[in-house]
Structure formats: structure tokens, C-alpha cells
């Protein structure tokens, strides 16, 4: 099962745009992280967001986290073609492993 | 190795055969997790690792399938009895901790599993 539900599924925009992507979730969790997927193979983590934090930055990137709507928010400043890929989001609660969403596909166009 | 190494990259079985996927993961992480991804799904749970146990095996779809990690580094995820249905990539991860005090999970690029 999954606990994480992205939205929207796919996202098209130009590139310089703001890209923002949203995750919804059913339980209480511990952290949640973001990670991108090029091609359906790995994953690359992205960042991770503790339960008792609001908002995060890593370079281009921003998320926010409101633990009482459960959901989280990230923001990809300035898109680039480069960006083109899927971003899932994770969350770990307890000692349950990381859940992920069924993704945000991003088309960045130059 | 600098990273999670999975093999093969790539295998292709018949239907009813028995296949073993093999995760390598980064050297002194104590969490392993498999994954399975079908096409334009997110990556769906299947077990994880906290050292040699296995901490939490209830993703496993049935018991065709069974993972090991004897010695709480290398991995091996087992599939008997093939059906198309197991066609998906599968993802091995390893992260430092896991459970409460989760961190950042570092995965391989794969095996992509198709059963003819």
C-alpha cells in the first residue's frame, strides 16, 4: 500500500517556471523525503524533512511540511530541462520502512 | 563501492523458472530495503533489512518470494515459480538507520525482471 499521494501526476511548464508539486498522506510519520527518479531506475534522494520542521532549502529546492493537514509541498525554483523527471515523496514512521507516493511527473520544456 | 550495486541489470526468465536478484549495498549501512516499481508507479514495499533479520517482510506479495541477508551486508531477493505478473524493476536501497530515526536512503539503478 502506499501512503503518500502525490499531486498533480504530471506536470508540464517552461522552463525558468516555478514547478510545485504537493503530497498528501494518512499517518503520522517521523520525517518525509523527496526523491527524483530519471528513466525508472534509482532514485536520487533530494531531502528529507523532519516531523518537527516547517520548511526546508536546498539550493533550488523548498519544502514545507504541515503536519496537521498532513501534507508537504515541494518547489523547484527556475526549472530546468534537466529537471525533466518524477519526484516521489517518503515518509518513515515508527519503525515502518519508507512508503512512497505513485509520483509527480515533470516535464521541463526548453 | 561508492554506491548500491544490484545485478543482473537486466533478466529475462520463462514463466515458472526460479530467478535470485543480488543487492550490494553501501559498506556499515545496518537498513536494506527492496522495492518493486511496475510502469508509472511509485515504488511499492516488499521488505527491509536491520542488520541479518528481517525487520519487516510484509510487502512480500506471497511466498514465491523470499529475501535473505546472511551476513547483514549483501542481499538476495528470491523469486520461485516465475509468473508475468513479477515483471517490474526491482529497487534495492541502504540507509544508515532506519525506523524512527530514518535517514536518507541511498538506492541501486535496478534490476529490471521480465518473465516471457
Known amino acids: 500500500s502506499q501512503q503518500g499521494e502525490e499531486d498533480p501526476q504530471a506536470l508540464s511548464i517552461q522552463e525558468g517556471e516555478n514547478a510545485t508539486m504537493n503530497c498528501s498522506y494518512k499517518t503520522s510519520i517521523n520525517n518525509l523525503q523527496w526523491y527524483r527518479q530519471n528513466s525508472g531506475r534509482g532514485l536520487v534522494h533530494l531531502i528529507l524533512?523532519?516531523?518537527?520542521?516547517r520548511e526546508k532549502h536546498s539550493g533550488r529546492l523548498r519544502v514545507t511540511l504541515d503536519t496537521s493537514k498532513k501534507s508537504s509541498s515541494l518547489l523547484i525554483t527556475a526549472s530546468r530541462a534537466a529537471d525533466t523527471a518524477s519526484y516521489f515523496c517518503a515518509t518513515s514512521s515508527g519503525n515502518t520502512p519508507l512508503v512512497f507516493g505513485k509520483g509527480t511527473r515533470l516535464s521541463v520544456i526548453a | 563501492g561508492a554506491g548500491v550495486s544490484q545485478t543482473p541489470s537486466n533478466k529475462v526468465t520463462e514463466k515458472g523458472k526460479y530467478v535470485e536478484l543480488r543487492c550490494d549495498p553501501i559498506?556499515?549501512?545496518?537498513?536494506l530495503y527492496w522495492y518493486r516499481q511496475s510502469l508509472g508507479q511509485g515504488p511499492e514495499f516488499l521488505i527491509y533489512f536491520q542488520g541479518t533479520g528481517a525487520a519487516d517482510d510484509s510487502g512480500l506479495p506471497n511466498d514465491r518470494f523470499f529475501a535473505v541477508r546472511p551476513e547483514g551486508s549483501v542481499s538476495t531477493l528470491k523469486i520461485q515459480r516465475t509468473e508475468r505478473g513479477d515483471s517490474a524493476v526491482y529497487l534495492c536501497a541502504s540507509s544508515l538507520v532506519a525506523g524512527t530515526g530514518a535517514s536518507e536512503a541511498f538506492f541501486g539503478q535496478g534490476t529490471r525482471l521480465t518473465v516471457v
Open positions: 524533512i523532519r516531523s518537527n520542521e
Open positions: 559498506s556499515g549501512h545496518t537498513a
